[in-house]
Each structure stands twice: as structure tokens, then as C-alpha cells.
């Protein structure tokens, strides 16, 4: 397969226009074209262990679910082992494509696998995604009616205003009077401008009105899950679900202020990753995360929320598994998929 065709494909099974803005998504290394992908290789984190195993399994194609270069690179050198990993891309030919939290927000992915762990739930997202192409370009329409006295002077002010788009103008009959009814739409910063220039004429600024564009939520999408069990379980049942469905010997769990280990969770908000910022302020007998900071398990404890943590990683790199599998049927079985045997979470309790 074209390296350029299966990065179209991988693109239409999650946008990376549903990734975080802070993100780094997508292609971040291309071997010179044209380039055939025969086996694509899928790791949670691409360290050098597994770069060498790539290579010595010939992988074409590296998906990294953590993208390698997060902050920019100034030179491409041997000396540090992110550069190194380009380096070693590039030598033996393979891309390296990263989807990151995109593969967090769609309802294919990561957290959905997350939430599995839980038993028998329904889950919605935490902070739905937004529809990226939808309404036109803008953040607000101004629609305002102009008499043909004023109307080619106030045009000609308004076209000279930046970030203004869709700007269309149709006949209108207003109390009587034949006049020209003017839509645009605009920036939150063009906003101003456009108001502070109709302002100036106060039959102008009385006929004006403003609409907040808003894009439609995607169903299913978005950043963290909010789930509630068929059933509710409790905190010691849970933590043993979670552990068999992470095939981990152990997790950290801190007891939320006035519960026990035989309390019941009904409600569980759940980030796969790092999940601090996800969670706060949700409303939920249990977080369940990789990592959080200290005195966010300090806050979640006092307002009577149990924490399970079960290191970063750990809850993403299960997920390859299930995507290998769907890949394979996302791709049409065009190429061949496998999943890294070296990748692991680098903390391990001594």
C-alpha cells in the first residue's frame, strides 16, 4: 500500500482534526517517495528497544500511539535518542505516523476500550468534540439591514476589516422600505470592529443582530469518558476488573474521604493517560487514570472520589491489540499489522 494512501486511510479512521490543539499528530516522518507499506508496526511508545525491533521485523510504517517528536527538533543528530529514532527511520526507510489523542477521542478508541474495564456500563464523553468543518468559517454572524444611502459606504468599511467571511447581501422590505438586508460572518476580534463601525450609525446598530456560531457535538467523541454501571459494584470488585482487563499484578487506588473498599461505584469518570485535567470538577464515585498529580488525588479524596491509577501507559497500550484488529478490517487486509513485543511501561515497582 502507498505510504501516502495509508496515511488517508488512517487519517478517515480518526481525524486529526479531532486531536487536541497542544497535540502533535499525524506524520511526523516520511521516507522519500514513493514508499510501500508491506507491515505496519503499532507501539505505545516508540523508545530505541523498539525502533530496533521494527527494523529487524522490516516495518514500513511505525504507528506510534505517543508521538516521538512532541517539541521541535533544531538539529537531527546521533546525539540524543529522539534524533536518533529519525535517524534510524529514516537509514532503513519507515515512516513514523502518531494519532495520539485523536485515537482518545473517537468512539473506537482508546478510552472506549478503557471503559471495559469497568463491566457492564454506558459511558459518554467527558468534553465532547466539536464537528471541525461545520458551521463556515467564524465565530459569530452579524446580520443588519441598510437603507442605499449607507450601504456602499458601510460595505466598503467592512470589506477592509480582516477575518470577515462569508459576506452576502440580499433585497429586504423593512417597515415599507426597500432596503438591503448584509450577513457576514466573522472572528470574535472582528466582532468589535464590525460593531464598533455600525455603532456609529445608531439606525444601523438598532436593526443589528449578533448569532453565536455554534459547531454541532460529534456523537460518542470527545476527551475522557463519563460512565455509569448497569450495575453498581464495589471499589474492591472494581479494582479487580480493572486489574484483569490491564493484565496488571497490582494499581495504586487512594479511598475517597467516607468511603471503604465495600463501597459502591455507580458512576466512574475514566482518561486513559494522564488524566488530571479530563477529570476535574466531574461529579463521580471513581476516577480511574494512568497518572495524576498529588494534590489533584488530594482534592478528588476530600470530595469523596476514589482514584485508581495504574501508571501512564498502562492504560493505552492494551488498546493495540483491539487496533490491530480493526486496522486490519479498516484496511481492507492490505497490509500486514503487528504489535511491538518490546514496548512496556518503564516504571516497575522493585
Known amino acids: 500500500m502507498n505510504l501516502r494512501e495509508l496515511v488517508s486511510a488512517l487519517n478517515d479512521f480518526a481525524s486529526p482534526s479531532l486531536a487536541e490543539s497542544w497535540d502533535n499528530v499525524g506524520l511526523l516522518v516520511e521516507p522519500s517517495p514513493p514508499h510501500t507499506v508491506k507491515t505496519l508496526f503499532l507501539t505505545n511508545d516508540l523508545t530505541e528497544e523498539v525502533m530496533e525491533e521494527a527494523v529487524q521485523k522490516k516495518a514500513d510504517l511505525v504507528l506510534s500511539y505517543h508521538p516521538p517528536i512532541f ?139 449578533i448569532l453565536l456560531l455554534q459547531k454541532p457535538l460529534l456523537p460518542h467523541t470527545g476527551m475522557g469518558r463519563l460512565c455509569t454501571l448497569n450495575k453498581p459494584a464495589s471499589l474492591s470488585d472494581i479494582i479487580e476488573r480493572i486489574k484483569g482487563h490491564l493484565k496488571l499484578p497490582h494499581v495504586r487506588i487512594a479511598v475517597g474521604a467516607g468511603r471503604t473498599l465495600e463501597s459502591p461505584v455507580k458512576k466512574a469518570a475514566l482518561c486513559a493517560g494522564s488524566g ?65 513485543e518490546k514496548d512496556r511501561d518503564p516504571l516497575q515497582v522493585a
Open 71 to 209: 517539541t521541535p527538533l533544531k538539529r537531527v543528530t546521533w546525539k540524543t535518542w529522539k534524533e536518533r529514532l529519525v535517524v534510524r527511520a529514516l537509514e532503513n526507510r519507515i515512516g513514523i505516523y502518531s494519532p495520539h489523542t485523536a485515537y482518545d477521542a473517537i468512539p473506537h478508541g482508546v478510552n472506549n476500550w478503557l471503559t471495559k474495564g469497568l463491566g457492564a456500563c454506558t459511558s459518554v464523553p467527558l468534553h465532547p468534540s466539536a464537528a471541525p468543518s461545520s458551521p463556515a468559517e467564524g465565530t459569530h454572524r452579524v446580520e443588519f439591514c441598510a437603507d442605499a444611502e449607507h450601504l456602499d459606504a458601510v460595505l466598503s468599511k467592512i470589506k477592509d476589516i480582516p477575518e470577515i467571511s462569508c459576506l452576502t447581501t440580499l433585497p429586504a422590505r423593512v417597515e415599507g422600505e426597500e432596503q438591503t438586508r448584509v450577513s457576514l460572518n466573522c472572528s470574535q476580534k472582528a466582532l468589535l470592529e464590525v460593531v464598533a463601525l455600525l455603532s456609529q450609525n445608531s439606525l444601523l446598530y438598532h436593526k443589528t443582530q
Open 276 to 340: 488530571s485535567s479530563v477529570l476535574k470538577g466531574t461529579e463521580a464515585d471513581l476516577y480511574l487514570t494512568g497518572e495524576m498529580s498529588h494534590h489533584d488525588v488530594l482534592d478528588a479524596v476530600a470530595n469523596g472520589i476514589s482514584v485508581i491509577l495504574c501508571e501512564h501507559s498502562n492504560t493505552e497500550r492494551g488498546f493495540l491489540s483491539e487496533l490491530r484488529d480493526t486496522l486490519t478490517m479498516h484496511l481492507q487486509n492490505k497490509i500486514n499489522i503487528i504489535v511491538s
